[in-house]
């Protein structure tokens, strides 16, 4: 079990996610038990306990178990079931009383993000076709919750912050209406990825890529073209990974037919999102420092913002 799993969870999940941690070796085994699953060696964890698994049939899979309430997973599932195949991996079956989620397995499983930055260009072309196939319209009585709702991140951040916070409250704020503007603006809302970025494709056999672990949104398209900007690798502030974001924005745009501006307002709204997450559980007088590429891409884009 990866070390920071059990401390991820407790953080996130509070007292539900320790009970869920006692909990999982016998939800693994009547998973396993009630699917016909042989489980084999997990991935390298996070959040969620993922793990390589065969069925009965020998079809190899993914079996995904996270903590029941108040997981992602309630939104990863509808949204895979809304792509069903199409530039994401498929989901088998879904059990969200125990968090469960059984997943097809990606070969040869290789990540996108292997190709940047010396191949970004076609890292870039790779998450422009996943979209296109992503996209689709919300289905009737789709669940997934509407992307507008995540800009309350930047009011609760201004309200428990202020000027006194970590991050420059003006670039916040301006986020945060940047946002409601563009959802406001949404020409035709779609079934989003949510998370959309280099380390969340896979290049398969049935697709040239495919994605994983959608975070299920609707909203509009270029939310997830503004995701990748700031991707892979966050934590590296290398001024020539920031370098290769104006060329993104130019080649999402021309691909994905859509304005530059709109590409460069998602680009900027969604890093500043990203370490306004990042900043949630900062406490005054904690030392900060702005660990995340997403600031200096957000620094980036503002003076190209419309």
Same mark, same amino acid.
């Given at each position: 079990?990866?070390?920071?799993?059990?401390?991820?969870?407790?953080?996130?999940?509070?007292?539900?996610?320790?009970?869920?941690?006692?909990?999982?070796?016998?939800?693994?085994?009547?998973?396993?038990?009630?699917?016909?699953?042989?489980?084999?060696?997990?991935?390298?964890?996070?959040?969620?306990?993922?793990?390589?698994?065969?069925?009965?049939?020998?079809?190899?899979?993914?079996?995904?178990?996270?903590?029941?309430?108040? /997981?992602? $997973? %309630?939104?990863? &599932?509808?949204? +895979?079931?809304?792509?069903?195949?199409?530039?994401?991996? !498929?989901? *088998?079956? /879904?059990? $969200? %009383?125990?968090? &469960?989620?059984? +997943?097809?397995?990606?070969?040869?499983?290789?990540?996108? !993000?292997? *190709?940047?930055?010396?191949?970004?260009?076609? &890292?870039?072309?790779?998450?422009?076709?996943?979209?296109?196939?992503?996209?689709?319209?919300?289905?009737?009585g789709c669940p997934i919750p509407d992307a507008l709702a995540q800009a309350t991140a930047f009011d609760d951040y201004a309200a428990a912050h202020g000027e006194n916070g970590p991050l420059p409250l003006d670039l916040v704020v301006h986020?945060?209406?940047?946002?409601?503007?563009?959802?406001?603006?949404?020409?035709?809302?779609?079934?989003?990825?949510?998370?959309?970025?280099?380390?969340?494709?896979?290049?398969?056999?049935?697709?040239?890529?495919?994605a994983i672990d959608p975070h299920g949104l609707v909203g509009d398209p270029c939310y997830d073209a503004g995701t990748l900007l700031h991707n892979p690798d966050p934590d590296d502030r290398d001024e020539a990974l920031t370098a290769l974001?104006?060329?993104?924005?130019?080649?999402?745009?021309?691909?994905?037919?859509?304005?530059?501006?709109?590409?460069?307002?998602?680009?900027?709204?969604?890093?500043?999102?990203?370490?306004?997450?990042?900043?949630?559980?900062?406490?005054?007088?904690?030392?900060?420092?702005?660990?995340?590429?997403?600031?200096?891409?957000?620094?980036?884009?503002?003076?190209?913002?419309?």
């Amino acid at each position: 079990m990866t070390m920071d799993f059990p401390q991820n969870v407790a953080q996130v999940w509070g007292d539900a996610g320790t009970r869920w941690l006692a909990d999982l070796p016998s939800v693994l085994d009547a998973v396993a038990r009630d699917w016909g699953l042989t489980v084999q060696e997990p991935y390298e964890l996070s959040y969620h306990y993922v793990t390589r698994v065969t069925c009965e049939d020998g079809t190899p899979a993914v079996l995904k178990l996270g903590v029941p309430s108040g /997981t992602s $997973l %309630a939104e990863e &599932a509808p949204a +895979l079931a809304a792509f069903d195949g199409r530039g994401a991996v !498929r989901l *088998l079956r /879904t059990d $969200l %009383a125990r968090g &469960a989620l059984l +997943l097809e397995r990606v070969s040869p499983g290789d990540r996108l !993000r292997d *190709l940047v930055p010396a191949r970004d260009a076609e &890292a870039t072309s790779a998450l422009v076709s996943v979209m296109r196939l992503l996209h689709v319209p919300p289905p009737p009585g789709c669940p997934i919750p509407d992307a507008l709702a995540q800009a309350t991140a930047f009011d609760d951040y201004a309200a428990a912050h202020g000027e006194n916070g970590p991050l420059p409250l003006d670039l916040v704020v301006h986020a945060g209406g940047l946002m409601r503007e563009l959802c406001a603006s949404t020409p035709e809302p779609v079934v989003l990825h949510g998370d959309l970025h280099h380390d969340n494709v896979l290049r398969a056999a049935r697709e040239p890529w495919l994605a994983i672990d959608p975070h299920g949104l609707v909203g509009d398209p270029c939310y997830d073209a503004g995701t990748l900007l700031h991707n892979p690798d966050p934590d590296d502030r290398d001024e020539a990974l920031t370098a290769l974001v104006p060329a993104r924005v130019e080649q999402l745009a021309d691909e994905l037919a859509v304005p530059v501006d709109r590409v460069t307002a998602w680009g900027f709204v969604k890093a500043v999102m990203s370490d306004v997450w990042t900043a949630e559980d900062w406490t005054p007088g904690a030392p900060w420092s702005p660990a995340s590429r997403a600031l200096d891409v957000a620094r980036l884009l503002l003076p190209r913002l419309p």
